[in-house]
Every structure is written in structure tokens, then in C-alpha cells.
């Protein structure tokens, strides 16, 4: 059995061992740490399965490491345990590590929950219950074979093949816990690389097409947690492949779905908007890795949705062919709808997205037209802090194969966003707050609130948003009160 000891340095695994040794339990790690450290990923996420209690063996745990940082420390140190005992489980966060601990255990389901019936078991009863092989790998913590890898099923060798397999018969683990045929997805996605790409093996596709169905047991935040991790990998669109291909992205997003496919009318087609959406998707990544230390999955999500109205906005006319007129206002309206159905929040992040999905052929609009100074000032008006997204979002939407054509269009929108800097710069849109309220105006006149009101505000946001006249009060006051008294308001004295 080969020894793996090099991957446990970290002195926790050592006290673990320590305590294991002294009151006769048998340890191990589990689970991602042991799949991240044979990718080379550093994890500080620790799990440790004991044969015997995991709450007790963690509570010895912190015991000891208390008298340990007494003893460097001089000082009382209480290590905080969380302990779950409905699930035999409990956590520590101890110098950065999270610490889960559990009991062995087995497991058997009912058909209407995903919440398992748990019983004591062996570490083989434990990894057999695991969701795939690679994540049922083990190192022993025990002190006669301290680093030894436990690894039953092959995980190892299916790690270095880059497969997806389940320990078991697939259908029982899919049909038990239909979260799993989520993770087999996330797993082949955000573990391929361009070196290895990920697959899932046959029979567990043919047996997650035979358990879709069971994905009803799901909670829709469940559902939308997998997909926001999907969508926060370098590339995403192998997440919504793979779902579509195993026959469970119709149940999750059929909106998405329904942009599958080309039409064609007098030998006239237009493009798979599904697999035009997954190219923006991937671009969009790619276009944030670039500039961007972390991901805005609400920015992914804008991508993924941004088409997502052409499927009831596609019409044929004979003179020009396939039109998707105005679909970026039916897909703005989706969003809300979208996001309810996937219990996803229904508060300024949906908003942002509804914004990004209904501006994003904004952009696209001025350059292929003269770039004004007051076409440039609403699209600020409309974007607010959000331009720069939606100009990597408009980016990432350049997905012709025509290479002169994508060169123009990436220039000229580099074209517009100077112009947006030198505008922002001048006239202080982004932000843009009206130098005329409603309360200067009744105070100004004597009025009551009245549609009036409304009209003189926009009347002097236009003004400046046109370049009329500049965006300060002394201006947008002369041409209000020129514009009120052509209304018959007088100011009082």
C-alpha cells in the first residue's frame, strides 16, 4: 500500500493522529483534501472520518489542541465546536483550516427525500456511500500506517484518467441523492483542464438521462447553488453541455433550452443561439480571468441569459430573413421570472442582470453607428456603475468566425469606451443625479405635487443628456424656469 505521508506536513494531522492513538479510534482524512492534493491544489478544507463517534473524537481534538497553544501561548484558548448531532458531525476552525469531523457511517434512503437514514459503520461502509471515486479516497491517520492511501475503488487511477464514476451502481447513487448528478457535472467541469478534460462515464449518463426525474426532490436553492458554481469556472459551458446532454437542463432552465437549433425558410437559416450563448458564456470567463482577480457569477449569469428572449421574439421575414426584433426587452422581462423559478435572489442582483440582458445590444448599436457624445451619455445615464460589465459582456457577444469582422468590432468598441471615459470625465453621467428635485420646484412655485413636476425634471434631464447644456445646477435651473413659464408658472416672490 503506497504511503502518502508528504501530504499530511501540516501539524494538525500529526494531533490528530495523537488523539486517535490515545483513545482508540481510527482516522482518516477523506474526501477532497485527499482528491486536491494528487491534483496539486492546495485545500483548507480538512474531512475526517472516525470508526466511532466524530462529534466525541472532535471535541478531543479541540481539547488537545487547547492544551497545546497553552503550552506555546500561556494563555487559555477555547476552540470552538460546532457540533451537528442530528448529522454525527462537527466543525473547527483552527489557523485558517476548517476542520469536519464525522462517525462512518452507512446509509439508506426513502424514495421522496434525499436525507438519509444513517447508521454506524466501517470507513469501507463510508466510501462506498461517497458520491464518486474520487472523492472516496483515503489517508490513513493511524499511527502504524500513518499516510497510507485507502482507495478501494480506484479513485487514483480514475483521477489520473480524468473520469467520473460513482462507487456504486449509478442509478442508486443518482436515484438516492439526484444532487449527485449536479456534482458529477460541476466535478467534470471544474476539474478539466486543457491538458485533461473530465468526462463523466457512460453509465452514469445513461443512468442520470433514467434518474432526471428525481431532480423534483431537489430544492431549487440547492439546484441554483450547483449552478453558481458551475458558472464561476474558467470555462462553463462544458457545465451546461453536459446537463443538456444527460437530459437535465430542460427541467432546470427550458428557457435556455429553447434556444436549441436552426431554422431555415427559402434556404435561409440563422445561427444556434444555444451554442452562440455558450460561446459569449466562455468568453465572457475568459474576458474576466483577464482583468479580474475573482468572478461575478451575476455577470456570468447576464451571459448565460442574455439571448435568452430570441427563442419568442424568432420571426421569419421573406425580405431580409430571420429577425429577432426587441429581444432584449423580452429577455430583460424573463430574468425576474428566471430567477423565481430557481429561488435565486429577487433583489439588486437580479436587477443587474434584468439591466445587463436588456443594454447589451446598447454597445453593439453605436458601432455600427456614429459615436455621439449624447448617445454615449444615455448609455452611461442607463449603465450607471455597470458599463464596464456590460462592455465585457458586448465583448464577449463577438462570436462570428469571420476574424476581420470580430477585429472591427472589438476596435470599434474599444472606440466606445474611450468615448465613454472622455464623457464620464466631462459631464459626470455614470451617476447621474438631476440638479433639479421635485421639492426646489413646489418651493420655487408654490405647487403641490403634480404630474408638472415630473415633466420639468425630465425635460432638464434630457436637456443634458442631449449636451444642451451642461450638467450643473445654474444652467439646468435658467432652462427649467424658461421652460416652466411657457407652462404658466410663475415663481413666488
Given at each position: 500500500m503506497?504511503?502518502?505521508?508528504k501530504?499530511?506536513?501540516?501539524?494538525?494531522?500529526?494531533?490528530?493522529?495523537?488523539?486517535?492513538?490515545?483513545?482508540?479510534?481510527?482516522?482518516?482524512?477523506?474526501?477532497?483534501?485527499?482528491?486536491?492534493?494528487?491534483?496539486g491544489?492546495?485545500?483548507?478544507?480538512?474531512?475526517?472520518?472516525?470508526?466511532?463517534?466524530?462529534?466525541?473524537?472532535?471535541?478531543?481534538?479541540?481539547a488537545?489542541?487547547?492544551?497545546?497553544?497553552?503550552?506555546?501561548?500561556?494563555?487559555?484558548?477555547?476552540?470552538?465546536?460546532?457540533?451537528?448531532?442530528?448529522?454525527g458531525?462537527?466543525?473547527?476552525?483552527?489557523?485558517?483550516?476548517?476542520?469536519?469531523?464525522?462517525?462512518?457511517?452507512?446509509?439508506s434512503?426513502?424514495?421522496?427525500?434525499?436525507?438519509?437514514?444513517?447508521?454506524?459503520?466501517?470507513?469501507?461502509?463510508?466510501?462506498?456511500?461517497?458520491?464518486?471515486?474520487?472523492?472516496?479516497?483515503?489517508?490513513?491517520?493511524?499511527?502504524?500506517?500513518?499516510?497510507?492511501?485507502?482507495?478501494?475503488?480506484?479513485?487514483?487511477?480514475?483521477?489520473?484518467?480524468?473520469?467520473?464514476?460513482?462507487?456504486?451502481?449509478?442509478?442508486?447513487?443518482?436515484?438516492?441523492?439526484?444532487?449527485?448528478?449536479l456534482?458529477a457535472?460541476?466535478?467534470?467541469?471544474?476539474?478539466?483542464?486543457?491538458?485533461?478534460?473530465?468526462?463523466?462515464?457512460?453509465?452514469?449518463?445513461?443512468?442520470?438521462?433514467?434518474?432526471?426525474?428525481?431532480?423534483?426532490?431537489?430544492?431549487?436553492e440547492?439546484?441554483?447553488?450547483?449552478?453558481?458554481k458551475?458558472?464561476?469556472?474558467?470555462?462553463?459551458?462544458?457545465?451546461?453541455?453536459?446537463?443538456?446532454?444527460?437530459?437535465?437542463?430542460?427541467?432546470?432552465?427550458?428557457?435556455?433550452?429553447?434556444?436549441?437549433?436552426?431554422?431555415?425558410?427559402?434556404?435561409?437559416g440563422?445561427?444556434?443561439?444555444?451554442?452562440?450563448?455558450l460561446?459569449?458564456?466562455?468568453n465572457?470567463?475568459?474576458?474576466?480571468?483577464?482583468?479580474?482577480?475573482e468572478?461575478?457569477?451575476?455577470?456570468?449569469?447576464?451571459a448565460?441569459?442574455?439571448?435568452?428572449?430570441k427563442?419568442?421574439?424568432?420571426?421569419?421575414?421573406?425580405?431580409?430573413?430571420?429577425?429577432?426584433?426587441?429581444?432584449?426587452?423580452?429577455?430583460?422581462?424573463?430574468?425576474p421570472?428566471?430567477?423565481?423559478s430557481?429561488?435565486?435572489?429577487?433583489?439588486?442582483k437580479?436587477?443587474?442582470?434584468?439591466?445587463l440582458?436588456?443594454?447589451?445590444?446598447?454597445?453593439?448599436?453605436?458601432?455600427?453607428?456614429?459615436?455621439?457624445?449624447?448617445?454615449?451619455?444615455?448609455l452611461?445615464?442607463?449603465?450607471?456603475?455597470?458599463?464596464?460589465?456590460?462592455?465585457i459582456?458586448?465583448?464577449?457577444?463577438?462570436?462570428?468566425?469571420?476574424?476581420?469582422?470580430?477585429?472591427?468590432?472589438?476596435?470599434n468598441?474599444?472606440?466606445?469606451?474611450?468615448?465613454?471615459?472622455?464623457?464620464e470625465?466631462?459631464?459626470a453621467?455614470?451617476?447621474?443625479?438631476?440638479?433639479?428635485?421635485?421639492?426646489?420646484?413646489?418651493?420655487?412655485?408654490?405647487?403641490?405635487?403634480?404630474?408638472?413636476i415630473?415633466?420639468?425634471?425630465?425635460?432638464?434631464?434630457?436637456?443634458?443628456?442631449?449636451g444642451?447644456?451642461p450638467?450643473?445646477?445654474?444652467?439646468?435651473?435658467?432652462?427649467?424656469?424658461?421652460?416652466?413659464?411657457?407652462?404658466?408658472?410663475?415663481?413666488?416672490?
Amino acid at each position: 500500500m503506497d504511503n502518502y505521508a508528504k501530504y499530511l506536513k501540516n501539524p494538525v494531522f500529526g494531533i490528530f493522529s495523537e488523539v486517535a492513538e490515545q483513545y482508540g479510534f481510527k482516522a482518516f482524512v477523506i474526501g477532497g483534501y485527499v482528491r486536491d492534493c494528487f491534483l496539486g491544489r492546495s485545500s483548507d478544507d480538512i474531512d475526517v472520518v472516525v470508526e466511532g463517534s466524530g462529534v466525541d473524537f472532535a471535541n478531543k481534538v479541540a481539547a488537545r489542541l487547547e492544551e497545546i497553544e497553552y503550552s506555546q501561548h500561556r494563555t487559555c484558548h477555547k476552540i470552538n465546536v460546532s457540533e451537528f448531532k442530528t448529522y454525527g458531525t462537527a466543525m473547527i476552525k483552527y489557523r485558517g483550516l476548517e476542520l469536519e469531523f464525522v462517525g462512518a457511517r452507512k446509509e439508506s434512503y426513502r424514495k421522496e427525500s434525499r436525507n438519509p437514514i444513517v447508521e454506524n459503520g466501517s470507513l469501507t461502509d463510508d466510501q462506498l456511500r461517497r458520491d464518486f471515486t474520487i472523492n472516496a479516497m483515503a489517508f490513513s491517520l493511524c499511527k502504524e500506517d500513518f499516510g497510507a492511501l485507502v482507495d478501494p475503488f480506484g479513485g487514483l487511477s480514475d483521477l489520473e484518467r480524468g473520469i467520473i464514476r460513482t462507487p456504486q451502481d449509478p442509478d442508486i447513487t443518482f436515484s438516492d441523492d439526484p444532487l449527485r448528478m449536479l456534482r458529477a457535472v460541476r466535478f467534470a467541469t471544474k476539474l478539466s483542464t486543457p491538458q485533461l478534460q473530465f468526462r463523466i462515464t457512460p453509465e452514469c449518463m445513461e443512468a442520470m438521462r433514467r434518474n432526471r426525474n428525481r431532480l423534483q426532490i431537489l430544492t431549487r436553492e440547492r439546484i441554483a447553488e450547483e449552478l453558481n458554481k458551475m458558472l464561476v469556472v474558467p470555462k462553463p459551458s462544458k457545465a451546461f453541455r453536459l446537463m443538456d446532454e444527460a437530459g437535465l437542463l430542460d427541467l432546470i432552465l427550458p428557457s435556455l433550452t429553447a434556444l436549441k437549433g436552426v431554422n431555415v425558410m427559402d434556404g435561409k437559416g440563422h445561427k444556434d443561439n444555444f451554442d452562440h450563448t455558450l460561446q459569449v458564456l466562455d468568453n465572457v470567463a475568459e474576458l474576466e480571468m483577464e482583468s479580474r482577480p475573482e468572478p461575478n457569477v451575476w455577470l456570468r449569469w447576464a451571459a448565460l441569459l442574455h439571448d435568452v428572449g430570441k427563442a419568442r421574439t424568432r420571426r421569419y421575414d421573406p425580405s431580409v430573413g430571420w429577425t429577432f426584433h426587441g429581444h432584449e426587452v423580452v429577455g430583460g422581462r424573463m430574468v425576474p421570472k428566471i430567477f423565481a423559478s430557481l429561488k435565486l435572489p429577487q433583489n439588486e442582483k437580479m436587477d443587474y442582470v434584468r439591466k445587463l440582458v436588456e443594454l447589451h445590444l446598447r454597445p453593439i448599436a453605436l458601432v455600427t453607428e456614429e459615436v455621439t457624445d449624447s448617445a454615449v451619455r444615455r448609455l452611461l445615464f442607463e449603465a450607471g456603475d455597470d458599463i464596464d460589465d456590460l462592455m465585457i459582456l458586448c465583448h464577449g457577444d463577438i462570436t462570428s468566425k469571420n476574424l476581420r469582422k470580430v477585429e472591427r468590432l472589438h476596435a470599434n468598441f474599444e472606440l466606445v469606451q474611450r468615448k465613454l471615459v472622455e464623457v464620464e470625465e466631462k459631464d459626470a453621467i455614470r451617476n447621474f443625479k438631476n440638479p433639479i428635485d421635485g421639492d426646489y420646484i413646489m418651493k420655487l412655485f408654490g405647487i403641490e405635487p403634480c404630474r408638472t413636476i415630473g415633466e420639468l425634471k425630465e425635460y432638464v434631464k434630457e436637456a443634458i443628456l442631449n449636451g444642451d447644456i451642461p450638467n450643473e445646477f445654474e444652467a439646468a435651473d435658467a432652462l427649467m424656469r424658461g421652460r416652466a413659464a411657457e407652462l404658466g408658472l410663475v415663481p413666488r416672490e
